[in-house]
């Protein structure tokens, strides 16, 4: 688990960028994941530029449906956003 | 058991706290108390969460509210911050490094703090804010539509 690598903003950042998760910002910054136009994933990022907890860092991970080396891969670039819907797809099939 | 008064020493507020055990919860773990009913029942406002543990006494030489928790323990939350509920929500509070995290046992919602207090209402939030989202529309994923379904027999709207 590589929560000490990445604070809130590089997690925030890069479901921006790769996931095009446009956030909301309330107590905390919330923002759906869009998969065949539905809203399928809801991930919370705690506001600011903090190092992330590594319950938080989990739940993140559990928010996005994925393991925690996956969400390792999504940070640091390695899982694209064509994997990660492969992957989602997967979890969604699993738990039908 | 006669409700304690506002200024009985925390330790005897502590020993008024039963803890109400389910078997599920048992199973997994130590402690389960009902918070609201515990704020309640010592006098505290609806909003003042008290959150102890009976084997760890509370300390008696502070003025403030002691916030102790060990090991994951699971509260209700009978209450949100602008909104009332029809049944009580099950989250569990635990330790999170150096902060505290508060996840809901039955949505994938958490909230983080540097104390209980401050996770539990980032978590109570949370709830408020999945449930506004939930009720513009119906493009959600057949499981969000369960977590909605969930959530407006347990909220009333203000």
Same mark, same amino acid.
């Given at each position: 688990?590589?929560?000490?690598?990445?604070?809130?903003? *590089?997690?925030?950042?890069?479901?921006?960028?790769?996931?095009? /998760?446009?956030?909301? $910002?309330?107590?905390?910054?919330?923002?759906?994941?869009?998969?065949?136009?539905?809203?399928?994933?809801? /991930? @919370?990022?705690?506001?600011?530029?903090?190092? /992330?907890? @590594?319950?938080?860092?989990? $739940?993140?991970?559990?928010?996005?449906?994925? $393991?925690?080396? *996956?969400? *390792?891969?999504?940070? +640091?670039?390695?899982?694209?956003?064509?994997?990660?819907?492969?992957?989602?797809?997967?979890?969604? $099939?699993? +738990?039908? | 058991?006669?409700?304690?008064?506002? =200024?009985?020493?925390?330790?005897?507020?502590?020993?008024?706290?039963?803890?109400?055990?389910? &078997?599920?919860?048992?199973?997994?773990?130590?402690?389960?108390?009902?918070?609201?009913?515990?704020?309640?029942?010592? %006098?505290? &406002?609806?909003?003042?969460?008290?959150?102890?543990?009976?084997?760890?006494?509370? &300390?008696?030489?502070?003025?403030?509210?002691?916030?102790?928790?060990? =090991?994951?323990?699971?509260?209700?939350?009978?209450?949100?911050?602008?909104?009332?509920?029809?049944? &009580?929500?099950?989250?569990?509070?635990?330790?999170?490094?150096? %902060?505290?995290?508060?996840? =809901?046992?039955?949505?994938?919602?958490?909230?983080? %703090?540097?104390?209980?207090?401050?996770?539990?209402?980032?978590?109570?939030?949370?709830?408020?804010?999945?449930?506004?989202?939930?009720?513009?529309?119906?493009?959600?994923?057949?499981?969000?539509?369960?977590?909605?379904?969930?959530?407006?027999?347990?909220? =009333?709207?203000?």
């Amino acid at each position: 688990m590589k929560n000490g690598k990445f604070n809130t903003y *590089d997690v925030k950042t890069t479901c921006e960028k790769k996931l095009n /998760i446009v956030f909301r $910002s309330n107590g905390e910054f919330n923002g759906w994941y869009c998969l065949d136009g539905n809203k399928t994933c809801r /991930i @919370t990022i705690p506001k600011g530029r903090k190092n /992330i907890r @590594t319950e938080t860092y989990k $739940s993140m991970a559990r928010q996005l449906k994925l $393991s925690i080396q *996956d969400f *390792d891969e999504l940070l +640091e670039c390695p899982l694209t956003p064509e994997k990660y819907v492969v992957k989602l797809r997967e979890r969604l $099939s699993n +738990e039908n | 058991m006669s409700i304690p008064q506002a =200024s009985t020493t925390i330790n005897e507020k502590a020993k008024f706290l039963e803890p109400a055990f389910s &078997p599920f919860y048992k199973k997994n773990y130590d402690k389960v108390y009902d918070s609201a009913n515990a704020a309640d029942a010592c %006098g505290f &406002p609806a909003n003042c969460l008290m959150i102890y543990t009976l084997k760890e006494a509370a &300390p008696t030489n502070s003025n403030q509210t002691p916030i102790v928790v060990s =090991s994951p323990t699971i509260f209700k939350i009978h209450r949100l911050i602008n909104y009332e509920m029809n049944q &009580p929500l099950d989250i569990v509070i635990e330790q999170d490094d150096d %902060g505290f995290i508060a996840r =809901s046992i039955d949505m994938p919602l958490y909230g983080s %703090g540097d104390d209980c207090i401050e996770a539990l209402t980032t978590l109570k939030q949370e709830i408020e804010s999945l449930y506004e989202d939930l009720i513009t529309d119906d493009k959600f994923s057949k499981e969000w539509l369960k977590y909605k379904s969930f959530l407006m027999a347990r909220i =009333s709207p203000c």
